[in-house]
C-alpha cells in the first residue's frame, strides 16, 4: 500500500500544473501584437506598390504603440514580459519596417549606398530602444525628465523618415527632394537624431487634466484630425513630420533652461543660513519650533 500511494504522490508532483493568466495580462500584449501585424502587413503593402496603405499600417502600428502602454497600467497587467515583447515589436514596426519601405520605393536605386542608408536607420532604432530600455531603471533622474525623451522616438522616428516618400507622392519638390542620394542621406541624419542625446518632448505629460468646458471641442478636433488624415493622409502625415523637425529645437531650448534652473538650485543649497530656498526655510522653521 505504501508503494502505491508514493507512485501516485510522484505522478501527482510530476504532472504539470498550468496556471491561469489573468486577462489584464493578455489583453496589453495583444494590443502590441496587433500593432506588430500591422507593421509587417506594411511591408506586404509596399511589395505591392500600394503606398498609402502601406503608409496608413505604419500609422495604425504607431497608434497601437501608444495604446498598450496605457492599457497595461489601467488595468494594472505591466509585466517584464509585455515591455520585452513592446521593446521587439517597436524595432520591427518602426526600425526595420520604416528601412524596407525606403528601399523598396526608392533606395534600391541608389545601390549599395540606399541599402547602407537603410541598415543605418534600422540598426540606430535598435540602440535606441536598447538605451530607453536601460534609462528606465536610472532612479535619479528629475522629475521633469518625464517631459522628454532623450533622441527622438521610435514612432516618431519611424513616421518622419518616410517625409521624402510623403513629399513625392504629394508632387512636391519632384526633382531634388525625392533624388536617391538626398533621401540616403537623409535617412541617415534621422537615424542619428533617433540615437541622439537631443531632448525631444514627450507629451506624456500634455492632457492628463483637461478642463470640462474643453472636453467636447477636443472630441471634435480629435474626430476632425482622424477624418482629415484618413481622407489626406500624405497631407497630414508630411505636415506633421515637418512641425515635429521644427519642434526639435524648441524642446532643446526648454530642456536647456529647466537644467540651468536646476543647476541654479543646486548651488543655492549650500548650507547657508541666507538660502532662500523655500523647501530649507521650512526645514529651518521645523528645526526653530516654528
Known amino acids: 500500500m505504501s508503494d502505491g500511494s508514493e507512485n501516485g504522490e510522484n505522478r501527482e508532483r510530476r504532472t504539470p500544473r498550468f496556471r491561469r493568466v489573468p486577462m489584464r495580462l493578455i489583453v496589453p500584449n495583444m494590443v502590441t501584437l496587433l500593432a506588430l501585424c500591422s507593421g509587417l502587413t506594411a511591408v506586404r503593402m509596399a511589395f505591392d506598390d500600394r503606398w498609402e496603405f502601406a503608409v496608413g499600417a505604419v500609422l495604425v502600428a504607431a497608434v497601437l504603440d501608444g495604446l498598450d502602454g496605457r492599457v497595461a497600467r489601467m488595468m494594472k497587467g505591466t ?31 541608389a545601390g549599395n549606398l540606399g541599402w547602407i542608408a537603410a541598415l543605418i536607420f ?18 535619479d533622474k528629475p522629475a521633469w525628465a518625464s517631459r522628454f525623451f532623450t533622441g527622438v522616438p521610435a514612432p516618431a522616428g519611424a513616421l ?3 517625409l521624402p516618400l510623403y513629399l513625392d507622392f504629394l508632387g512636391l519638390f519632384p526633382h531634388w527632394f525625392a533624388d536617391t542620394a538626398f533621401v540616403a542621406a ?47 493622409p500624405f ?29 541654479t538650485l543646486s548651488l543655492d543649497d549650500d548650507g547657508d543660513e541666507c538660502d532662500t530656498d523655500l523647501d530649507n526655510i521650512a526645514d529651518r522653521d521645523k528645526d526653530h519650533g516654528g
Do not use: C, Q
Open 79 to 109: 509585466s517584464k514580459f509585455g515591455a520585452e515583447l513592446d521593446s521587439l515589436s517597436d524595432f520591427v514596426n518602426f526600425g526595420v519596417v520604416p528601412a524596407l519601405m525606403l528601399y523598396l520605393w526608392l533606395l534600391k536605386d
Open 122 to 139: 534600422a540598426i540606430s532604432m535598435a540602440l535606441r530602444l536598447a538605451r530607453f530600455n536601460v534609462a528606465l531603471e536610472d532612479p
Open 160 to 162: 518622419t523618415v518616410l
Open 235 to 263: 497631407r497630414m502625415l508630411a505636415g506633421a513630420a515637418v512641425l515635429y523637425l521644427l519642434s526639435i529645437p524648441m524642446s532643446w531650448r526648454a530642456h536647456r533652461k529647466l537644467v540651468l534652473a536646476d543647476e
Open 186 to 232: 537623409y535617412t541617415i541624419a534621422i537615424a542619428f537624431l533617433v540615437i541622439s542625446r537631443l531632448p525631444t518632448y514627450s507629451g506624456k505629460t500634455i492632457g492628463t487634466r483637461v478642463r470640462r468646458d474643453f472636453v467636447l471641442p477636443l472630441i471634435v478636433l480629435a474626430v476632425l484630425i482622424v477624418a482629415l488624415t484618413v481622407s489626406y
